[in-house]
């Protein structure tokens, strides 16, 4: 009889504490967050004072900026400061953790007025790692105001992503593949380690001309094993660029195949 009733109550007190878990919200893990700048560097400038050459600083918003403070809004009204990222064109940051589940992170200037602008606002994605491409604002053609994607960083081994953050359609030969690439619709294809004696992939980029393709930039593309490639076509938007399309290829550490 006392058995039965220490079972009833064990079980009683397991219903609760279920019950307790089930009503409590689930934490999701904080991740990884990284920034990806794309675009040329503005043209190099100096004048000689006295006889001696100066170089001139950049033209204001043809580069992104050095340094931001990432921000985290809370519920009380109050940004966090989640830590700071060290911004240079064409390179991938360092990775910042950011909270898991949907919300903003805002980027602010460093030592800008809580109640400024930010220089940008992410929407993250509700769960994983990812990547923010950014390149310059159409509009004004600065970095003033620029334009970004956010895509998951957690990304194959042995394949590719490929991503077109121009203004339109990108024509791409991968191989002996044609591949009619949209903005901001990233495209996934196989690339294993290269063997002893073979070549690389090639690839060829250019833009839809008619019936047939105006070649602009030519690449061969091999990763090591354990790799994924992030390769980003871009607009170039310097001043007279010798092509009106750029391409950045970064290699990542692929997550596991399955």
């Known amino acids: 009889m006392r058995f039965h009733l220490f079972l009833l109550l064990a079980l ?7 019950a307790e878990d089930e009503s409590r919200p689930t934490k999701t893990p904080p991740r990884q967050m990284r920034l990806l700048t794309v675009g040329e560097m503005p043209p ?14 950049a033209p204001p918003g043809s580069l992104p900026p050095v340094g931001l403070d990432v921000m985290i809004p809370s519920s009380d009204g109050r940004d966090k400061q989640s830590g700071s990222l060290r911004l240079r064109i064409g390179s991938i940051s360092a990775p910042i953790e950011v909270p898991g589940g949907v919300g903003s992170v ?10 400024s602008e930010p220089w940008y606002r992410i929407e993250r994605p509700e769960s994983g790692d990812f990547i923010v491409v950014m390149w310059r604002g159409r509009k004004d053609n600065t970095w003033d105001k620029p334009s970004a994607f956010v895509m998951p960083a957690n990304l194959p081994a042995a394949t590719v992503s490929l991503v077109n953050v121009a203004p339109g359609p990108v024509a791409v030969v991968y191989g002996s593949e044609k591949i009619a690439l949209p903005p901001l619709r990233p495209v996934s294809q196989p690339l294993r380690p290269i063997r002893r004696g073979e070549k690389p992939l090639h690839l060829q980029v250019g833009l839809p001309k008619g019936d047939n393709l105006q070649r602009l930039v030519s690449r061969t593309l091999e990763q090591q094993p354990g790799q994924h490639s992030l390769v980003v076509f871009y607009r170039n938007d310097g001043e007279k660029p010798r092509s009106p399309l750029g391409v950045k290829i970064i290699r990542l550490s692929g997550a596991a195949e399955q």
């Open 44 to 57: 190099f400038r100096q004048e000689i004072r006295n006889g001696v050459r100066y170089q001139l600083p």
């Open 12 to 18: 009683a007190g397991l219903q609760g504490l279920r």
């Open 106 to 115: 805002v980027l602010r200037l460093p030592e800008s007025e809580p109640e």
